[in-house]
């Protein structure tokens, strides 16, 4: 490890860095679902951007067309004018994408990141409805600024606007309480008494399955039932992807097996393919009529690299095929992780998540920090989330071969050996 390299960082960079705390190397090379350091260490990634890069690093034909694309002088920077790599991936989404799942959606481009997307979306339907409040969930997280943070649940990022965060009630998250109570009934009696303090909202946003927030997955039925509750008191529902679609939890969309037709959708991370910055906001048609032009904008709205990449990224979409091989691979990594608790009693595990968004959740303090530790160490990148960081969650590519998701799941298996080892040896008597 090159400590000088990283003391540039220590010194220069701003204390709110943070996995650069986790992974202490100077990484200098990434393909697929590998990375290398500057000392020639390999690791596997299951990390994958934090949901940015579903395909992997440096995915080639993504490569190929980006540089063929720079090299030819194609526009970098055009705000949102027309340019043939904005109007290469409409026409290309619209037809893989939309088309066959017979949606129907405007398409916003609010600006690089998730919480770009998420400030377009709460402003709209407030718009719209002409209301304030909008209904959050419990564990929800939803973006880093004010009118994103307002809706996320985590405490110590909440802290950090330095502000009041206003006009968003938090409602229970489907299981949260962790009995067999609906908590959508629990929702609904606040909306149906005068005397619940909760007005009727302009929205209601959740994630489908909750990434910062443990790796939560609502129930379809669940889903179902709040979308009901929506159209029934004339709230409009917001589904923030920008994690869990684009086929990480095994269809583009993970709303699709529930069969609800969000009113928008906000996504970002890896619908660029290729790791650019690029958000997507999905709007009812109706709805997008509200906007004036320019009401919403941002000067990198307009990212050519990422339409590039991004329409390239598409043709895996092309064929069904590669949507039932992210399904079957997501069955090796339930079953790998279920076997991983059978046999592990010690980490006292329970499965969260679905689809390539997998992880287990540990009753014992600070294990899965441990396993994430000890997984670096053995070579496999990989975080925790969770209010506690309880969960260590996986987010290999959804394009990984079926020889690099054994290997990383080994390593897996092996952090967990690590971890419980370094937990009996702290429970060694002293002088024994």
Not at 24 to 36: E, I, L
Not at 142 to 155: A, D, E, F, P, Q
Not at 296 to 316: D, I, P
């Amino acid at each position: 490890m090159n400590n000088e390299k990283l003391n540039v960082i220590e010194e220069l960079e701003s204390s709110v860095r943070s996995y650069v705390r986790s992974f202490p190397t100077v990484f200098t090379k990434a393909r697929g679902h590998k990375m290398w350091d500057e000392n020639g260490k390999e690791y596997i990634d299951f990390f994958s951007g934090a949901g940015a890069l579903n395909y992997g690093h440096n995915e080639p034909n993504m490569k190929k067309r980006l540089v063929e694309y720079i090299l030819d002088d194609g526009i970098t920077h055009s705000l949102d004018m027309a340019s043939d790599a904005k109007v290469e991936f409409l026409e290309k989404f619209n037809d893989v994408i939309l088309k066959p799942r017979e949606m129907n959606y405007k398409v916003m481009f609010p600006g690089p990141t998730g919480t770009n997307s998420v400030e377009s979306a709460l402003k709209i339907a407030r718009k719209a409805t002409g209301r304030t409040d909008v209904i959050s969930f419990t564990n929800g997280f939803h973006g880093m600024t004010i009118g994103s943070l307002s809706v996320t649940g985590n405490s110590m990022k909440r802290q950090g606007a330095g502000i009041p965060l206003q006009y968003s009630p938090t409602m229970p998250y489907d299981d949260f309480v962790g009995s067999e109570d609906d908590t959508l009934d629990y929702l609904e009696r606040f909306l149906e008494d005068n005397g619940s303090g909760v007005s009727i909202p302009a929205a209601m946003i959740f994630e489908t399955v909750q990434g910062e927030g443990g790796i939560n997955a609502a129930r379809f039925e669940w889903m179902k039932k709040l979308s009901d509750i929506c159209e029934r008191w004339g709230i409009l529902l917001i589904v923030d992807d920008v994690q869990a679609g684009v086929g990480r939890t095994g269809t583009f969309f993970s709303f699709e097996p529930a069969g609800i037709k969000p009113d928008i959708v906000c996504l970002s991370k890896s619908i660029g393919g290729y790791g650019s910055p690029f958000a997507l906001t999905l709007i009812d048609p109706k709805l997008d009529e509200l906007w004036v032009p320019g009401e919403h904008n941002g000067t990198f709205r307009g990212n050519n690299h990422a339409f590039v990449t991004a329409a390239e990224s598409l043709k895996y979409w092309e064929d069904p095929k590669f949507e039932k091989s992210i399904q079957t691979k997501s069955e090796l990594i339930t079953k790998r992780l279920e076997k991983l608790i059978q046999d592990y009693p010690a980490m006292k595990g329970h499965l969260k998540g679905r689809g390539f968004m997998q992880g287990v959740s540990s009753d014992v303090d600070g294990f899965s920090e441990k396993v994430a530790e000890k997984a670096f160490c053995h070579g496999l990148i990989m975080e925790t989330a969770g209010g506690h960081d309880e969960v260590f969650k996986l987010f290999p590519p959804i394009n990984i071969d079926e020889e690099g998701l054994t290997a990383g799941l080994d390593l897996i298996e092996k952090a967990v050996q690590s971890a419980i080892t370094a937990m009996e040896l702290d429970k060694t008597p002293v002088g024994q």
